[in-house]
T-cell receptor, first 114, second 114 residues
Framework: GAGVSQSPSNKVTEKGKDVELRCDPI?????LYWYRQRLGQGLEFLIY????????KSGLPSDRFSAERTGESVSTLTIQRTQQEDSAVYLC????????????FGSGTRLTVV | GENVEQHPSTLSVQEGDSAVIKCTYS??????FPWYKQELGKRPQLIID?????GEKKDQRIAVTLNKTAKHFSLHITETQPEDSAVYFC?????????????FGAGTRLAVHP
């Protein structure tokens, strides 16, 4: 596609429910990254994919967070048993050549846990 | 791991003035330093980047300088305009292990007043 697409753009969920956030990277971009941005704060690294493998999961905050990627295409970030502190904008980025030329970000999914 | 500090957190200038945002990083192996601009409710967009083999880079009204010895880099915006108002993020990364993992500063909210 022309850019990085994320869906849904907004998600309101009840505490304790599971949510899935989707990222569709730019075609041909082998590297995919997930970041979390809490209100008024910086971007916090969550996980990196190269193809469908995740060599760096060091930023996932707890075992309630997991992510998958299908080949060099769509990625899904799953948050189980959501908590209020999970409320944030979840940003996905993709890049060619493993990020050497910088990232292109999607518009993000704004998650609100009530 | 890498840690990036960014100052100031907020910056207010008059239209036409210059604005300078500074960042320091901790990992001397870091070799790639991008700057992103994020307008309210929108995705972060890459505006300029610099690699460690270069001391300065300019693109029209924006420039970035890098001091590897002191481990700091700065964004300079000249002749500021109201449309420059946004949150600016610096980042640093090391291209090792086959990929760039960007670590971001906390952001600077720039307000340009007409």
């Amino acid at each position: 596609g022309a850019g990085v697409s994320q869906s849904p753009s907004n998600k309101v969920t009840e505490k304790g429910k599971d949510v899935e956030l989707r990222c569709d990277p730019i075609s041909g971009h082998t590297a995919l990254y997930w970041y979390r941005q809490r209100l008024g704060q910086g971007l916090e690294f969550l996980i990196y994919f190269q193809g469908n493998s995740a060599p760096d999961k060091s930023g996932l905050p707890s075992d309630r967070f997991s992510a998958e990627r299908t080949g060099e295409s769509v990625s899904t970030l799953t948050i189980q048993r959501t908590q209020q502190e999970d409320s944030a904008v979840y940003l996905c980025a993709s890049s060619t050549y493993q990020g050497y030329y910088g990232y292109t970000f999607g518009s993000g999914t704004r998650l609100t846990v009530v | 791991g890498e840690n990036v500090e960014q100052h100031p957190s907020t910056l207010s200038v008059q239209e036409g003035d210059s604005a300078v945002i500074k960042c320091t990083y901790s990992d001397s192996a870091s070799n790639y330093f991008p700057w992103y601009k994020q307008e309210l409710g929108k995705r972060p967009q890459l505006i300029i980047d610099i690699r460690s083999n270069v001391g300065e880079k300019k693109d029209q009204r924006i420039a970035v300088t890098l001091n590897k010895t002191a481990k700091h880099f700065s964004l300079h915006i000249t002749e500021t305009q109201p449309e420059d108002s946004a949150v600016y993020f610096c980042a640093a990364s090391t291209f090792t292990g086959g990929y760039n993992k960007l670590i971001f500063g906390a952001g600077t909210r720039l307000a340009v007043h007409p």
